[in-house]
Structure formats: structure tokens, C-alpha cells
């Protein structure tokens, strides 16, 4: 099943690098913030969450109800504006190119070495709780696609 979700991780890196270019363009109707912030925090948030998951001690895993994973994660939908990124992920005010490729470097690196983590691996959420190895690719994946969404609506506008 991970290897599935780790595929699809790597196609939306691919996405994310595919927009390096567009990096200054923005639209304030759709977003407050430039398709190189979209990109740089999609990327801190897999690096940051990839760097956690690493370090968990999978003995300690609990399983939790969350309400909202519960609601938001099978529609892979997260409403947009309606949370703030954590300061730990945002994007500093000047987004280079070169350092957006070497964050799709390290997070290329880091699906490398999570793939193969036990089930019970776990990343702990600030809204969906305690996440097992396959709901954090999950929220991955979620995560992307929705910065994803808000930087091609930019391009089409």
C-alpha cells in the first residue's frame, strides 16, 4: 500500500518542480500569497513531517479518533483559508529557485527512506491527531493537492 502512496508522492514532486518557474506569478483573488510560497510550504510540511515520521518510536503508536480526519481525509479535501500554516513551515519572505530544488531534493530522498518504515510508524497532527505511517502519507498527499489546486488556479486566472 505505501509503495502506491509514495508513487503518488513522488508524481506530485514532480508537479511541484514542474512550477518552479512560476514561482513569482500570483493572483490575489485566489490566494494571498505567490505559487513559490504554495511550493516552499508543500515542501517544508513533507520534509518537516518525513523528518518526524523517521524519529518515531513505532512501540508507542496509538491508534486516536479524529473527527476531522475522519470527514476530510476520504474526500482528500482541505477547505481553503481556513487554517494557519504552523511558523515551522512557512516560507521566508524570499524564495529562491535553487532552494526550492533542493528541498524537492531532500523530500525526493526522504520518500526513500520512509517507504520501507514499520505500519505504526506515526506523525502527530495538530488538527487530525496521531497519524499512522499510511494516514501521514494520506495527509501528504492531501496536502499537496491542495496547494497544488490553489497554483494551478493562479495560472488560470
Known amino acids: 500500500m505505501s509503495n502506491k502512496q509514495i508513487t503518488i508522492l513522488n508524481n506530485l ?3 511541484i518542480e514542474h512550477n518552479v518557474p512560476n514561482k513569482e506569478m500570483s ?9 513559490g510560497w504554495q511550493l516552499d510550504h508543500s515542501l517544508k510540511v513533507i520534509n518537516g513531517v518525513c523528518t518526524i515520521l523517521l524519529k518515531t518510536k513505532p512501540e508507542k503508536y496509538k491508534r486516536d479518533f479524529n ?3 475522519l470527514i476530510l ?6 477547505p481553503r483559508g481556513k487554517a494557519k500554516a504552523p511558523k515551522i513551515v512557512q516560507p521566508p519572505s524570499d524564495i529562491s529557485s535553487e532552494d526550492l530544488y533542493a528541498q524537492l531534493e531532500m523530500a525526493r530522498k526522504h520518500l526513500d527512506k520512509i517507504s520501507p518504515l514499520p505500519k505504526k510508524s506515526y506523525f ?3 488538527i487530525f491527531g496521531i497519524l499512522s505511517k499510511k494516514q501521514t502519507l494520506r495527509f501528504l ?4 493537492k491542495h496547494h497544488l489546486k490553489i497554483v494551478n488556479d493562479i495560472l488560470k486566472k
Do not use: A, C, T
Open 13 to 15: 514532486l514532480n508537479e
Open 27 to 35: 493572483n490575489i483573488q485566489v490566494s494571498k500569497v505567490n505559487i
Open 67 to 69: 473527527f476531522w480526519r
Open 73 to 78: 481525509f476520504p474526500f482528500g479535501y482541505i
Open 124 to 126: 502527530i497532527h495538530h
Open 141 to 144: 498527499e492531501i496536502h499537496s
